[in-house]
């Protein structure tokens, strides 16, 4: 086990939940824009707080790279956070079963990935930091624990790129 999987795993057992960060707050946060949620993802790197990447967020955040120079440098930059593990397939029949019944109640998430994501934090009791509409909907019909940036100070730091 790694340093970084150690620190998650002792602080995880502290009870300090794992916080997953979805695509659109990584690609905030690279782009230096100051969204409450990139705010708050620079204050968790700051403190060295528990995050974890998705292979899914992962491949959304480098297709939108537009040079190899640029893919290198998230890839190194975010190779210093936990990698998710891998779902297995009653979780993608999970996932599944999560769009249906959102859908059953008028709030048909729009992205299957999201839908995947939500299994993920659901399923390992993740910590959600996203800007995505499609996870306030999923939020209403499942228990999906959502990162509060409210508390956030006033005068909060700037979003910064690695």
């Given at each position: 086990?790694?340093?970084?999987?150690?620190?998650?795993?002792?602080?995880?057992?502290?009870?300090?939940?794992v916080?997953?960060?979805?695509?659109s707050?990584?690609?905030?946060?690279?782009?230096?824009?100051?969204?409450?949620?990139?705010?708050?993802?620079?204050?968790?790197?700051?403190?060295?707080?528990?995050?974890?990447?998705?292979?899914?967020?992962?491949?959304?955040?480098?297709?939108?790279?537009?040079t190899?120079?640029?893919?290198?440098?998230?890839?190194?930059?975010?190779?210093?956070?936990?990698f998710?593990?891998?779902?297995?397939k009653?979780?993608?029949?999970?996932?599944?079963?999560?769009?249906?019944?959102?859908?059953?109640?008028?709030?048909?998430?729009?992205?299957?990935?999201?839908?995947?994501?939500?299994?993920?934090?659901?399923?390992?009791?993740?910590?959600?930091?996203?800007?995505?509409?499609?996870?306030?909907?999923?939020?209403?019909?499942?228990?999906?624990?959502?990162?509060?940036?409210?508390?956030m100070?006033?005068?909060?730091?700037?979003?910064?790129?690695?």
């Amino acid at each position: 086990m790694g340093r970084r999987s150690e620190r998650i795993a002792r602080t995880t057992a502290r009870q300090t939940p794992v916080i997953l960060v979805d695509t659109s707050v990584w690609i905030d946060y690279f782009n230096g824009h100051n969204s409450v949620e990139a705010a708050y993802l620079g204050l968790c790197i700051a403190d060295a707080g528990p995050l974890t990447i998705p292979g899914l967020v992962l491949t959304e955040i480098l297709l939108g790279v537009r040079t190899e120079a640029e893919a290198k440098r998230i890839t190194r930059a975010l190779s210093a956070f936990e990698f998710a593990p891998e779902l297995e397939k009653s979780d993608y029949q999970k996932a599944a079963e999560l769009y249906r019944a959102c859908r059953a109640r008028g709030l048909t998430p729009r992205s299957t990935i999201d839908c995947v994501i939500a299994q993920l934090c659901l399923k390992h009791g993740y910590e959600l930091l996203a800007k995505d509409r499609d996870f306030d909907a999923i939020g209403k019909v499942f228990p999906l624990k959502r990162v509060s940036t409210t508390p956030m100070v006033q005068d909060r730091p700037r979003a910064s790129s690695f």
